[in-house]
């Protein structure tokens, strides 16, 4: 069932650097992504249930398995076959949506499912919020804990997080991580942004990129629904600021996970990871006590594709 993942020291790549680093392995996490535990929000429910693709849909399909509801997961035309024969053998009907900005809620509508849309939902929330918690608990001392880094593209865990950690570690940063082609871009955001100095290289290898990468997931996440969602209505301050990484930063982040974890992370991992080691080699951990402070990248999911690998090995 759902369970506390692991924190691990990150032994060799603190080595090059003046904190403690660590990896919040939510890729241990049953259905690989802590988006299983969207099951609070499904365990009263008798009716079908429609998600967004991507992590959402492997969870609600486990979670509706768990919780042994019938589940009508809605997918887009960019997931993979594999991906969706994954959701079919877990019993699970998987109905392919259109273009049209309108194909979910119609969708939905038309199968009269139920609409759950996860930066509006407290129960999801809370769910992915208990990330942040158990590292909060992990940590030796959370005084010390610098900052939280968290891709900026994995379904509302980032938000998440930083709502349960304003709340208990206000001292705490909560990052973002993300790669976007255009520096205009980033004035959408509703938070500053640390842009790299070079000019931003924006090829994600195929390998890493699970279904969402296509989709406007930041704007939709962070900008079109900014004064309307829970997240603002209960904090509107959780993310301190993005860091922008390069694909270079992201391919050696996924090198050094694996050196530390004989794993391959996929995008969202990796872009935690970059994020925290840019952060790490640009800035300064001793305090007055002369101790080194720490820093912890969630690892949010595992989706990669194999077949393409060797453009990043």
């Excluded at 809370?126 to 010390?144: F, H």
């Excluded at 996440?221 to 004064?227: A, E, G, K, S």
């Amino acid at each position: 069932m759902i369970r506390s993942t692991d924190l691990s020291p990150a032994h060799n790549l603190s080595r090059h650097v003046d904190f403690q680093l660590y990896l919040k392995r939510e890729d241990q996490q049953l259905s690989f992504s802590p988006h299983v535990k969207i099951y609070a929000t499904l365990h009263d429910l008798n009716l079908t249930n429609w998600t967004l693709p991507g992590q959402y849909a492997r969870a609600i399909a486990y979670s509706a398995r768990l919780l042994n509801i019938p589940a009508v997961i809605l997918v887009g035309p960019e997931m993979c076959p594999n991906e969706v024969h994954e959701l079919q053998q877990m019993g699970s009907v998987v109905e392919h949506l259109s273009d049209e900005p309108s194909g979910p809620l119609s969708a939905a509508f038309n199968v009269q499912a139920l609409y759950i849309d996860p930066l509006n939902d407290p129960y999801t929330l809370a769910g992915l919020g208990t990330v942040a918690l158990e590292i909060l608990r992990q940590v030796k001392d959370d005084q010390q804990l610098e900052g939280i880094f968290c891709s900026a593209r994995a379904g509302g865990a980032l938000e998440a997080i930083g709502l349960s950690v304003k709340q208990f570690a206000p001292h705490v940063k909560v990052i973002g991580v993300d790669v976007l082609p255009s520096v205009e871009l980033s004035k959408l955001y509703g938070f500053p942004i640390d842009l790299p100095n070079a000019e931003c290289n924006t090829h994600i290898p195929n390998a890493l990129k699970t279904g969402q990468d296509n989709l406007p997931v930041i704007s939709h996440d962070h900008l079109d629904r900014t004064l309307t969602t829970e997240i603002s209505r209960v904090n509107p301050h959780v993310v301190d600021h993005v860091i922008m990484v390069k694909a270079c930063e992201i391919q050696s982040a996924i090198r050094d996970t694996f050196q530390e974890t004989r794993g391959i992370v996929d995008l969202n991992g990796a872009l935690a990871v970059a994020g925290m080691m840019r952060f790490a080699s640009t800035t300064g951990s001793l305090d007055v006590k002369e101790r080194a402070k720490s820093l912890v990248a969630v690892i949010s999911s595992a989706d990669v594709v194999f077949d393409n690998i060797k453009e990043f090995v």
